[in-house]
């Protein structure tokens, strides 16, 4: 049984160059296979912007890794008593036109063409750098960073390796360094996931549950990954004090983290009201503009400094 995937394009215009003709009932025809195929578009100008500008973003993307146009910024992590605990490093794009780019509008076609695999090395080995650096200070020396690992790198065959690698190569302490993983990591190959976080918790790495609540909580598989934090995402943050639903994921979360005998953080704290909370629903780590937004690396020392 075969079905046929439709692309159609409007000849209305005899100087049309036939090329670009067929070039534009192809990419209608991509379109009918993504809207589910056995179907047809038509096409329109709009999908050549989408392709264009996905083009365009790729091939800036390509570049910038060449150039190492990227930078790091740090949020504070805190305690019940408001001392720094630890930061997350949050990945910018320093683009030359556009200024700082936020990695919403990148890190997924990053994922999708796998430049995710270089830049995310480049953002493990400069955290473990901070690490080493910060070991001889003072005031930094206890403090750890969480990185994001998004599921294409994981699932890389050669990341535990190079996790390894940027912590030996850097000197960094493996015990102050905390991989952030969300839970889509766990629609492909969940084994394969729970055999590189066990090496690399047995090497001292720590890994918290990003954006916890979200996506497939799966709690058979919770119970099996050897996690250290649940992280509860913002999105329930935002409406704990006006929305009761927020409010009881947020406190079912917090138990949860305390029967699995897991370290519990709240992103998105922005008001005190939202702290107070949560210290009441059991939750005594935070990140959030409350404390501070996401800065470069010289402001966040100075944040440390200041506290
Ligand atoms: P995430 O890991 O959940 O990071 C938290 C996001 O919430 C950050 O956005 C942070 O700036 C924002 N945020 C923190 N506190 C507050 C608050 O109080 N209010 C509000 N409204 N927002 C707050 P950002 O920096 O734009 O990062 C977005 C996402 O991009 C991250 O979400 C993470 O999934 C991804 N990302 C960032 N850096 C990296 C990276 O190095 N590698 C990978 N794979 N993904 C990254
Ligand atoms: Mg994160
Ligand atoms: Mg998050």
Redesign the pocket.
């Known amino acids: 049984r075969s079905t046929a995937s439709i692309g159609i394009a409007l000849f209305t215009d005899r100087r049309e160059v036939v090329d670009e003709l067929l070039k534009r009932a192809d990419l209608a025809m991509y379109e009918a296979k993504a809207a589910g195929r056995n179907t047809l578009r038509f096409f329109d100008p709009e999908m050549q912007a989408v392709v264009t500008a996905r083009a365009a973003l790729e091939a800036g993307l390509r570049a910038a890794v060449q150039k190492e146009q990227f930078v790091l910024h740090y949020?504070a992590q805190v305690d019940s008593s408001g001392r720094v605990i630890g930061a997350?490093?949050?990945?910018r794009w320093q683009h030359p036109e556009r200024g700082l780019v936020?990695?919403?509008a990148f890190?997924p076609l990053a994922e999708e063409t796998g430049l995710?695999l270089p830049i995310?090395q480049w953002?493990l080995e400069t955290a473990c750098r901070d690490l080493a650096e910060w070991s001889s200070q003072p005031q930094m020396a206890q403090l750890a960073l969480a990185?994001?690992?998004?599921a294409r790198?994981l699932h890389h065959a050669g990341f535990v390796t190079q996790v390894l690698a940027a912590i030996e190569c850097s000197g960094a302490d493996p015990h102050r360094l905390k991989l952030?993983l969300t839970e889509s990591l766990l629609v492909h190959d969940v084994e394969d996931a729970i055999a590189k976080m066990r090496a690399l918790k047995a090497a001292g790495v720590g890994f918290s549950l990003?954006?916890f609540g979200t996506g497939y909580s799966s709690l058979s598989y919770l119970k099996r990954l050897p996690l250290d934090q649940l992280k509860i995402d913002?999105g329930f943050i935002g409406g704990i004090l006006v929305d009761s639903d927020d409010a009881a994921i947020a406190r079912m979360i917090v138990d949860l983290g305390a029967s699995l005998a897991l370290d519990v953080i709240a992103?998105?704290?922005?008001t005190e009201a939202q702290e107070e909370l949560l210290a009441r629903l059991g939750c005594h780590a935070y990140?959030?503009?409350?404390f501070s937004r996401?800065v470069p690396k010289l402001a966040f020392e100075a944040l440390v400094a200041a506290v």
């Open positions: 949020q997350e490093v949050l990945l936020s990695p919403c890190i995710i995310g953002v990185v994001n690992v998004s790198q952030e990003d954006d913002r992103e998105g704290v922005e990140q959030g503009y409350l996401p």
